[in-house]
């Protein structure tokens, strides 16, 4: 044997065993769609300490300690819901109240492992929020830090004391957490007064995160708050039908002219579909001209998830019904909300990254979905969460997949 030959044998043994058994958990024969990657296709996920190890199309199962066949499922990078209420707390309302969910409760079983909290709460109660529930959550939360002090309590009133406006407070707390504050908020706000819209678009674009904007305000057009969102801005509640608030879509059934330009102009439009925030007859003529959603954040709260929004997932598989492809859908439920958010270590699969992985079925049947107005959509598919993986745990098993069977010892 020519010497050359027994040194790549050699090398070849010598890195065989420094990968063996160095991988926690592997992913056989799912479909991968991670879009930041470019991939969509059939292979192999690793996953070892608690981050991807690697995505290749034949990965040996004598590496793995664990060994999972995922065939026909599909891979994604878990979801980010860009738009929740977990601020739960004693009180009445949704600032430290009843009218927020425990994120965890709702989050796993429908692939989601990052939610960002949508203005609960501002600079005055988000040390309670961080350390009551943000440190205890297994699910990753984030904040959109609202620009009124006191958060959302669920009352306008509260909300237009402009004493509990302090640009300058709610800017020392991202500089504390820069990690957790994903963006700045501003809603549910009457005023007649532009300043604090304003000063919170202002103070997004000084930390170069988003702007959230809630229930867009009625005091103001709809075309001139657009005006007043920056590039990389977030509308809310984007397909909604309310009397109180223009429609994006007109009489005629068309975006309007004005909606067209924000987009273009780089203003970001979520579903958050909450208890009135997404209507069937906005939403299809709106994909129709091809104004899909950019992320599909849920207005997730006491009320949202036992009506027609329900779960992430559910409002997902609302736009596999409504003509999307799957790896679009996926794509804006994880690596669209990443970038809209401008954390984009998160929503997607590369080595190295925290091992966040929503595994996802399409199964086949006869399903209605409703919208916020009681609307109903026949389908006949549906996302269902097989698995849910957080940083490399699997927190969600639907059907034990990774479960031994109980007759073995
Ligand atoms: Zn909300």
Redesign the pocket.
Known sequence: MAKTTLIIICLNLFSHLLSAQTIDLLLKGGHIIDAKNNINKKMDLAISNGKILKIDANIPESDAKKVLDISGMYVSPGFIDI???VFTGPNAGFGHGSSSVKADDFTFRAGVTTVVD??TSGHKNFSVFKEEVIDRSKTRILSFLNIFGTG?QGTAAEQEDLNVLNIEKAFEINEKYPDIIAGIKI?HYSGSDWKPFDDAAALAQKIKKPLLV??HITAFSLEDQLKHMNSGDIL?HAFENVEERMPLVDENKKIRPFVWDARKRGVLFDV?H?GVGFWFNQAIPALKQGFGPDTFGT?M?HNSVNSGMKDMLNLMSKYLNMGMKVEDVLEKGSWSAAKAIKRPDLGNLSPGSVADIAIIKVIDGKFGFLDAGGFKLEGDKKFQAEMTIRAGKIVWDLNGMAGVPWEKP
């Open positions: 738009h929740t209420h949508a203005g959302m809603g809630e229930c809310c958050s909450g207005d709260h």
